[in-house]
């Protein structure tokens, strides 16, 4: 059965960067594509980034550009980049198992339904 764990939140001030890591356990990472989601406070959930089994990525329009999902499967192991941060990508941040991920494409889902094999969660926050 998978199971992920989310790691490497932390406060930065706007402008930074962290890199978040979601590893996997219980089955290897390289047969599921994999879904970051977002939960600020007071704030439904909302998608944030998505990776197919093949490496594809696909982003929310308010991460592009400032945000990279990738995975290293010898570590089973999906990371998300994430640069010049602002003060409302403060958040706690999801990785789940994407069943909806094709090969060649997923989308990044507004709120995680379908999802599975949601972590626990890491808190992301951005201040001066």
């Known amino acids: 059965q998978l199971q992920l764990v989310e790691s490497g939140g932390g406060s930065v001030q706007p402008g930074g960067s962290l890199r978040l890591s979601c590893t996997a356990s219980?089955?290897?990472?390289?047969?599921?594509?994999i879904a970051w989601f977002r939960q600020a406070p007071g704030k439904g959930r909302e998608g944030v980034s998505c990776?197919?089994?093949?490496?594809?990525?696909n982003y929310a329009d308010s991460v592009k550009a400032r945000f990279t999902i990738s995975r290293d499967n010898t570590k089973n192991t999906i990371y998300l980049q994430m640069n010049t941060l602002r003060p409302e990508d403060t958040a706690v941040y999801y990785c789940?198992?994407?069943?909806?991920?094709?090969?060649?494409?997923?989308?990044?889902?507004?709120?995680?339904?379908?999802?599975?094999?949601w972590g626990k969660g890491t808190a992301v926050t951005v201040s001066s």
């Open positions: 990776i197919t089994t093949s490496g594809k990525a």
């Open positions: 789940a198992a994407d069943p909806l991920a094709t090969q060649q494409r997923c989308i990044v889902w507004s709120d995680g339904a379908g999802m599975e094999s």
């Open positions: 219980g089955a290897t990472l390289d047969a599921y594509g």
